[in-house]
Structure formats: C-alpha cells, structure tokens
C-alpha cells in the first residue's frame, strides 16, 4: 500500500492555527496576512512532497508518478484562485468584518452591572481612557470634575461567574503623574474576552483625552484640549475639538470630525471619513476603503494610501472620493494627484493641478480666472477639459492612441498623427496646459 | 533499483508547484507581476521534460546523438 502524504493533516494544522490566532487576537490583520504570504503555503507543499519523493526513493520504493494525486491539483488550484482573490481584494482595500468575535459571545447570557464614579480636578487635566472593549462617549462640562457612568456587560454561564468577573473589574479614576487614568481593568478578569464597558463620561472642557482600547466605538464632543484616540477596532466621531485631533486604529468602519481647530491626522486601516469645518491641518495616512469626505478645511490636505497621494493647499469646497471616483470642488492649489485607478472629476481649481492616473477618465473644469498651470495624464482613459472663453493659455494635449476633438475652435489646431493626435494652441501669455493619454480621447471645450 | 526516469516523473509535480508558489510570492512582494513572470512555468516544464527524456532507458528519442 502507498504511504498516505503528510499534507492533509499538515493543512489540518494550519487551518486550526490560523482560526485560532483569529478567535484570540482580532486586532491582528490576519487577512492581510493571508493574502500577502498565501504563496509560501504552496513552496511549502511543493518542498514537502519533494522531501517525501526523495525519501520514497532512497528507500526503492514505488514511485508515483506526477508526484500530486488529482484531489490535491484541484485543492491546489483552488488556493491560488482563493489566495489571488483575497490579494486583489486587499489590494483595493476591501477588508472583511471580524468573525471570531461572535463565536465566543454565542455561549452563556449576558448579565448587567451599572456603576458610576467620579473625581474632582482642578486646572487643566489630561485624562487617559484605558477601556478595552466597549464603547467611550465623552462630553465636555463647565463643571470641575469627572464623572463616569459605566455599563458593563459580562457573558458567563452562571450569575456566580458573572459576579466574580465584575468583582475582578472595578471601575477606577485614579491619579498618575500629571495624568488622571480613567480603567475598567478588563484585563484582570479571567475570561478578559467576555467583558465590555459602555462608559458615558462628563468631564471639564479644558481636558486634554487619550482613548486607549481593542474594541468600540469614541465619541467624543466639546473638548478644548486634544484628543488622541487609538484602538483595534473603532467607530471614531468627533465633535466641537478645541485641540488637535489624533487618530490610529487598525480597523475602522468610521471617522468623522466635524468642526476641530487644531490638525487632524488620521493613521491605520478602515473604512470612511468625513472632515468637516477643520482650522488645522489634515494629514491621512493609511488604508481607508470607503467613501472620504473632506469639507471646509482652512489648512493644507495630505492624503497618502497604498493607491492614492493627494496634496491640495485649501479645501474651500468639497473632496469626495471612494475606490473608484475623486471629486473635487472649489479648491485652492497648488492640487497634486497621483492615483491608480480613479475617475476625476475637478471643478474650480487654482494654482496649479497635477494630475496622474493609470486608468480612468479625467474631466476638468478650472472654471475661474487666470487659469490654473495644468499637467495631467492618464494611462488609459478619455481626457475632458474645460475652457473659459476669454482664458488665456499655451495648451498641448496629446493621445497615442485615440480621437483628439477639437470643440473650443480657434486658435486650437488639430492634428493626426498615427494612431492618436493632438491639440495644440495658444492664446496670449497664459500658463501651459499639458494633457496626455495614452489610450483614449481628448477632448477641449468652451465653457 | 529507481530509474532517474521515474524520479524525474515523480518530481514534476512538487517543483512545478514550488515554481509557481514563488511566482505568486513575486507577484506580491516585488514588482515583477505573475503576468510578467509566467513563462518561467513552460521553461520548468520544458526543461522537467527534457530532463525526464534524457533518462528514459531505450532508444533514445529523435534528435539524441
């Protein structure tokens, strides 16, 4: 009889591992993992069947042939469609919500415990949130204390259980340093995994918070100090920020700040935003799948992703871009954006735009006057541009492969050369317009 | 005793299966896309097949001085 091969409990193991690793530590960003290492499972395999050949061999005994049975090509073939996938999804960013999480929480009942506490300061304060799981909703007072309400949800199988973890979990304001540490020691219960607190704090408007956890939402409104939030996985609103906002988290599914006068800098995985009436600067660095939104922002706007660089001076107007749209209007250059593959639409712009993208359309609408100093290319897509009537301009648009239309008229000349062609003009002492595509139309219009 | 054929027959599947497991790794790490790097596939299995032809006992295929 033939020896049965090593790979089928070896692929046992893995499995039980990988789901394990993702029941006990959900902040780690095993999808990404996966879909970055999946290749080695197959050299694995691949050395692992060699070794099993080589040893059969040294041993004279019957060789299969082809050296893989037809369950394991189809398994194979399986893995790279599977591992390809989860690369293509994580590469556009799509991430895929935590399953581990309700496993656990199926088992037992839930029992409730409420508890509040609260402290008096005095001064400015710096107060740190070390809440593990549960949601943080904080407000700010004119009164000179903190207060905190926690509701606190324990999962077990008996009441015994449950009060035992709530014993081990006290709710404490404690002192430390120059700081006031606000803990629900969640991790000094034994079953750490089974305990959430939902904490509604009321505080002095000067505070300056730091929210530390692995799991829920921050809610923070009418604070004068800054605000440095960082969690595995959270919902993160502010509101009304007198300081300056600091943002890092590994998941998200939202980060909206509305009206903050300092900067805003945001950090980590997630998946929309919404900035709105912000004093400072706004500064994104990360991987964020969703719908961003960027309103009123009186400061420069750094955007930086796997895919996407966006710098703009102001934003007077409104950016809105997702996966596979950027649009933006009424913004204050000098404008640069470096992306994948977007359609852009730009309305009112100044300055200076450049512009690059590997696929998709660009459509462009400088709109006021002088017009703006334009460079952008597209590898594959149609480019449409906008022109004011009386603008004064040196334009050069160019496709290697596509139509060049012409609807401004004089003093813009067409020409076909190949397979593409190009539009040229100039009229008066104007900045120069330069459009390129390598694949598709171009096209000038009079506004 | 084992034929180099026969092990050559038997190692086909594990090294073409390591060939395209360091491909995909390619892909994902460094800038040479599997679309860029596949005909790597047919040269190992060109060479897997000449090599396997070069030991095959009887008379030699056509061409084999």
Redesign the interface.
């Known amino acids: 009889m033939r020896r049965r091969s090593l790979t089928g409990p070896l692929i046992l193991i893995l499995l039980g591992v990988l789901f394990l690793t993702r029941n006990l530590w959900q902040e780690i960003p095993l999808f990404q993992w996966i879909s970055m290492y999946w290749p080695f499972i197959l050299i694995a395999w691949g050395v692992l069947r060699l070794i099993e050949v080589l040893i059969e061999a040294s041993q004279s005994k019957p060789l299969p042939s082809g050296g893989l049975s037809g369950g394991e090509v189809a398994l194979i073939i399986l893995l790279c469609v599977v591992g390809s996938g989860m690369h293509a999804a994580d590469r556009h960013g799509v991430h895929f919500p935590p399953f581990g999480n309700t496993s656990l929480e199926m088992f037992g009942e839930q029992y409730d415990y409420r508890t509040s506490a609260e402290k008096p300061v005095k001064g400015k304060v710096h107060v740190v949130f070390e809440n593990l799981r549960g949601n943080v909703r904080i407000s700010g007072s004119d009164e000179p204390v903190i207060k905190v309400d926690e509701h606190k949800m324990v999962r077990a199988f008996n009441k015994p259980d449950a009060d035992q973890a709530d014993g081990q979990t006290p709710l404490e304001i404690v002192l430390d340093g120059d700081r006031i540490v606000v803990r629900t020691n969640q991790e000094k219960a034994s079953h750490a995994r089974r305990i959430s607190s939902d904490l509604e704090v009321t505080l002095p408007r000067i505070a300056a918070i730091e929210g530390r956890g692995s799991y829920g939402d921050y809610d923070v409104n009418d604070v004068a100090g800054s605000v440095d939030i960082s969690s595995g996985n959270a919902g993160v609103r502010l509101t009304n920020i007198g300081g300056s906002a600091k943002v890092d988290l590994q998941r998200s599914d939202m980060v909206r700040a509305v009206d903050v006068k300092g900067n805003v800098d945001i950090e980590g995985r997630g998946s929309d935003i919404e900035l709105e009436n912000i004093a400072g600067q706004v500064t994104v660095n990360g991987s964020f799948s969703g719908t961003l939104q960027f309103k009123n922002l009186a400061k420069p706007l750094h955007l930086e992703s796997r895919n996407t660089d966006l710098r703009v001076e102001k934003v007077p107007g409104t950016i809105t871009m997702d996966l596979g749209d950027f649009t933006g209007t009424n913004l204050i250059g000098p404008v640069r954006l470096v992306t994948r593959s977007k359609d852009i639409h730009l309305e009112d712009f100044t300055q200076s735009l450049e512009l690059e993208t590997e696929r998709g359309d660009i459509d462009l609408k400088p709109g006021k006057l002088p017009v703006p100093k334009i460079d952008a290319r597209s590898r594959s897509g149609n480019i449409d541009i906008e022109l004011p009537e009386s603008a004064k301009f040196e334009l050069k648009a160019t496709t290697t492969r596509g139509e060049a239309h012409n609807e401004y008229g004089a003093p813009i000349q067409t020409a076909t050369e190949g397979q593409g062609g190009t539009l040229k003009g100039k009229t008066g002492d104007g900045p120069v317009i330069t459009i390129t595509t390598d694949r598709g139309a171009v096209t000038v219009k009079k506004s | 005793?084992?034929s180099g054929n026969?092990?050559i027959?038997?190692?086909?599947?594990?090294?073409?299966?390591?060939?395209?497991?360091?491909?995909?790794?390619l892909?994902?790490?460094t800038p040479y896309g599997?679309q860029q790097t596949w005909p790597v596939i047919l040269i190992v299995v060109g060479l897997l097949t000449l090599a396997g032809r070069a030991t095959r006992s009887g008379p030699p295929a056509g061409g084999v001085a």
């Open positions: 005793m084992i026969e092990l027959r038997a190692v086909r599947g594990p090294i073409i299966l390591i060939t395209i497991g360091t491909l995909f790794a892909d994902h790490m599997f």
